[in-house]
């Protein structure tokens, strides 16, 4: 029977079956003959490719026509390639990439948001084995997608595949990310404008020297990239112009997004530089502030390496004029400090991560246990309710269900 | 019973090779693909600054070699960016064409004084977390251990297990109703165990039939702290193949080591964690084999 409940109108039969006159379905009485009702004869286009018993992927239809996803896909890496202005061979390594890694079965029954996130995640390897300067959050822009997934994937199909792609290093960056600062005569007012070449010369020696004082490992690269150009803007011309512009207004000007981060590196970059600029001979031990290091920034980077070493001796010589009238006060502050200093604290320069470093909670000193011990009733007991206990429980839970319900 | 390796002493027994040591490479790990570790890796950063450091650290031990014997004073080994800023301002900046540059220098194994075989690290990692598993081996009913246990909680409509803590060794459970718990937070293998048979008193009391078995210890955490800052840059440039550093997702570089099968996540300020051991032994081995490499990345400035 093919459907419950059908009647024959010509002779009131119930034995209604399916029965196809070539292509086209009809409901026929098995007693009379006669046509209950039949379907159309010919079908339409969605009902041919979605109406069927076969799924796409266990057909044959997979040798012939490659899946819509798997070319939207292929589209989508062109598309990042050529916006990025990869050269071709980049492209078609991504392709390649893209392909491996879609087909792989790692990928093959992943969502779709992941599939798109792994066109982005292929021109980003691409890109890093080419050397090809590009940061995780560029390709999180483009994609519009969320970076922590980006980075699950990323590394799930670097994984799959065996690539080796070295991540770039942040110097590199820094060309890029400089070329995206609208500072150039035609853009803004030309006692504010700086060529891309000078800028990034700059911001580069002032990049190394945060590298060096440990403010850039471990950190986002984009907010120190930042800091670096601001820097570099403010210290080739310190007009009382450009020091009256906070990072915030410099980023709108150059039409950059700011960062929230951005001003913490700045203020970091900063200390640094007074560090050094400290050791300025013609200083004369005078006090070198936030505010007066910018003009000095010059002088600072052209004799860093000078400055560095007299800042080094001075660090020390402040260390061991300290140590021995510590040494006793040590002894008695021994068992509120268990923990050994850092060597990193002694050095002039220490990751921020160090010097302010969490105070950690008190250790509850490790019991020695065999794990068989015995274990004492009233101890469980103490875990488990008193009948008095589970009837005010069930009362007041009662209570708070039925007063839910009058709301 | 479970399994009796608590008691081994921290690991100090394998001695690497004696002789050509690299520091550089894990010791431990002979499945590494490039050969005997010597072979030199090409190098596709030419401007990266821990490379730079490479060629400075170079520099630097064989300044201080003529400088020992010159006599000039140790200034020397405390200001090595000396070296590395002069390279760095004379270099071009990357140019417009970042093409794919493959410039084998020399080895990229860190070349620094090697550290004797048989010194052991002196730091001892400690246990901060056990996931430990038991089966009760029978059906339990979670509704009823929820409201009679004083320690529990249980939300079906957001996991289906009840959570029960206890006090000593502070510890949490995850108790399902096929019988089935796990245990985490304790910081020992022992304390692991204790406190697994003391859920497993409670869920007895509480009227079940429950036994204790197949206790097994699924992971280990511990940490330690080398004490120096490291350059996780030149980490991960060195040992591509067990490093992952990706500052924008995570600060500290995710070091997957092969043997002993560890996960190390290392932060510059020098602290390290050491996951995913069976036994505690893997710990330490782990860490006494990342200590020498860590040491080549130790930088003063």
């Known amino acids: 029977m093919a459907t419950v409940g059908l009647k024959c109108p010509e002779c009131g039969s119930l034995d209604i079956v399916d029965d196809e006159h070539y292509s086209q379905p009809q409901l026929v009485c098995a007693d009379c003959g006669a046509v209950v009702s039949e379907g159309l004869l010919t079908t339409t286009r969605s009902e041919e490719t979605q109406g069927t018993d076969v799924r796409y992927s266990n057909s044959t239809e997979v040798d012939k026509k490659p899946c819509r996803n798997l070319i939207n896909g292929i589209h989508r890496v062109r598309a990042l390639c050529r916006i990025l202005r990869l050269t071709f061979l980049m492209e078609e390594t991504a392709e390649t990439h893209f392909k491996q890694a879609y087909e792989h079965p790692n990928f093959i029954r992943v969502s779709l948001q992941k599939k798109e996130v792994l066109a982005g995640c292929c021109v980003l390897a691409t890109c890093r084995q080419h050397s090809w300067p590009i940061a995780m959050g560029t390709i999180c822009c483009l994609l519009e997608a969320n970076p922590r997934l980006i980075g699950v994937v990323y590394q799930e199909m670097v994984k799959t595949l065996k690539i080796e792609a070295p991540p770039t290093s942040i110097i590199n960056l820094l060309e890029t990310h400089c070329q995206a600062y609208k500072l150039s005569p035609q853009h803004v007012h030309e006692e504010l404008s700086e060529s891309s070449k000078d800028l990034t010369k700059r911001a580069a020696v002032l990049l190394e020297l945060a590298a060096d004082a440990w403010l850039v490992t471990g950190r986002q690269p984009i907010p120190i990239l930042t800091a670096s150009i601001f820097l570099a803007w403010q210290s080739l011309k310190p007009t009382q112009t450009r020091l009256k512009y906070t990072l915030a207004r410099f980023c709108q000007m150059a039409k950059v997004t700011k960062s929230s981060i951005a001003p913490k590196r700045v203020t970091e970059l900063k200390e640094v530089l007074c560090k050094l600029g400290q050791e300025l001979p013609w200083l004369r031990g005078d006090e070198v502030t936030p505010q007066t290091v910018i003009q000095m920034v010059d002088d600072i980077l052209n004799h860093r390496l000078t400055l560095l070493r007299r800042a080094l001796s001075s660090h020390e010589e402040a260390l061991a004029s300290e140590s021995p009238d510590t040494g006793s006060v040590q002894q008695q502050g021994d068992h509120s400090q268990p923990s050994v200093p850092n060597s990193g604290k002694r050095s002039l320069f220490e990751p921020p991560s160090v010097r302010y470093a969490k105070i950690r909670r008190v250790q509850v000193p490790v019991v020695e246990v065999t794990g068989d011990e015995e274990i004492s009733d009233s101890e469980i007991d103490s875990y488990i309710r008193t009948p008095q206990e589970i009837r005010d429980y069930v009362e007041a839970k009662e209570a708070l269900a039925s007063s839910d319900d009058e709301l | ?301």
């Open chain 2, 1 to 301: 019973d479970m399994e009796q390796n608590n008691s081994l002493p921290p690991f100090q027994g394998l001695a690497s090779p004696q002789g050509a040591m690299t520091p550089g490479m894990p010791i431990f790990s002979p499945m590494m693909p490039y050969g005997s570790g010597l072979t030199p890796q090409p190098v596709t950063n030419t401007n990266s600054l821990s490379l730079l450091e490479e060629q400075q650290r170079q520099q630097q031990q064989q300044q201080q070699a003529s400088a020992q014997q010159a006599g000039v004073p140790g200034g020397l080994g405390q200001t090595p960016q000396l070296y590395h800023s002069q390279t760095v301002t004379t270099t071009t900046l990357p140019g417009n064409t970042p093409l794919y540059t493959a410039t084998p220098l020399t080895p990229m194994t860190p070349i620094t004084p090697a550290t004797p075989a048989s010194e052991s690290s002196g730091i001892v990692p400690q246990l901060q977390n056990i996931v430990s598993t038991v089966n009760l081996g029978c059906k339990l009913d979670l509704k009823t251990i929820a409201l009679r246990a004083r320690n529990a909680e249980y939300n079906p409509k957001r996991f289906a297990a009840v959570i029960m803590r206890i006090r000593e060794p502070r510890t949490t459970a995850l108790i399902f109703s096929s019988g089935k718990m796990v245990c985490t937070g304790a910081k020992s293998e022992e304390q692991s165990r204790l406190a697994a048979r003391k859920y497993a008193r409670v869920v007895q009391k509480l009227g079940f039939p429950a036994k204790f078995l197949d206790f097994k210890i699924q992971n280990m955490v511990g940490s330690c702290d080398v004490k120096f800052p490291i350059r996780l840059e030149g980490l991960v440039l060195t040992h591509q193949q067990f490093s992952s550093y990706e500052p924008e997702l995570f600060p500290g570089l995710i070091y997957r080591m092969i043997k002993p099968r560890i996960v190390l996540l290392i932060f510059v300020s020098g602290k390290v964690v050491l996951t995913g051991a069976k036994v505690r032994g893997e710990i330490y081995e782990a860490f006494e084999n990342i200590y020498p490499i860590l040491k080549g990345f130790r930088k003063t400035t």
